[in-house]
């Protein structure tokens, strides 16, 4: 299925609304109840554990709810089979992508990019399904790395995705500065922008991976 195909197909449309509703309702409560501890160790861990343990269950819906046209087909198993096939499958999931942001710094050279955090993050989950998929197809060979010329252009686009978000949420936040008098409103349109611009980055990984089933 083409990209064009996928982006226009209704449940890659009602996966994404979800994804931004989720991220429009989450993020500002999160803040709030950043700004409400008073104690710096909670706000540590709050910011550090529970923020990425949200970030990580948003995420975690948008793939779910995009199966299976995020990797490019149509008919295969319904994502609830695949999921009831072992009842640690979802904790199994979200750890995954819990552990992915608490790892990522570590790795060397891009650890330092902490813009790639949640591609990675949504990449580890994408081929966690597939193998679900794949294994629900009777697929049993596959390949978990779709070539050099699609994992560069992942990264690439990570790293603009994130930028493009960044000076985007700036500029919306310099003129909710002027007109409520408020500051730094563009840190919290920043997270949710780059969450959504960074999505583009899953799919491509996840067609990547699709185009190995053997079905359309």
């Not at 609304?17 to 109840?33: E, F, G, H, K, T």
């Not at 923020?51 to 995420?59: C, D, E, V």
């Not at 493009?164 to 922008?193: C, M, P, T, W, Y």
């Not at 899953?202 to 190995?212: E, N, P, V």
Request: hydrophobic fraction near 55%.
């Amino acid at each position: 299925m083409p990209l064009g195909n996928i982006f226009l197909s209704p449940r890659f449309l009602i996966a994404l609304a979800v994804y931004i509703l989720l991220i429009a309702v989450s993020l500002p409560l999160l803040d709030r109840v950043h700004a409400r501890l008073e104690n710096s160790v909670l706000q540590w861990k709050w910011d550090n554990i529970a923020i990425p343990l949200a970030q990580a269950a948003i995420l975690m819906a948008f793939i779910l709810m995009a199966y299976p046209v995020i990797y490019g087909i149509e008919q295969a198993p319904a994502i609830s089979a695949l999921l009831s096939e072992d009842d640690l499958r979802i904790n199994h999931l979200i750890n995954l992508i819990f552990i992915v942001s608490l790892l990522f710094p570590l790795i060397p050279v891009l650890g330092n990019w902490h813009e790639l955090v949640l591609p990675f993050q949504g990449i580890a989950a994408s081929m966690m399904i597939f193998s679900w998929l794949a294994s629900g197809l009777g697929v049993s060979q596959y390949s978990f790395w779709p070539g050099w010329e699609v994992v560069s252009g992942c990264l690439a686009l990570g790293v603009v995705a994130h930028w493009f978000g960044v000076q985007v949420s700036q500029l919306i936040g310099h003129k909710l500065d002027n007109i409520f008098n408020v500051l730094d409103s563009g840190e919290l349109f920043a997270r949710g922008l780059i969450l959504l611009f960074q999505s583009p980055v899953i799919l491509i990984f996840s067609t990547s991976l699709g185009k190995q089933l053997s079905v359309t």
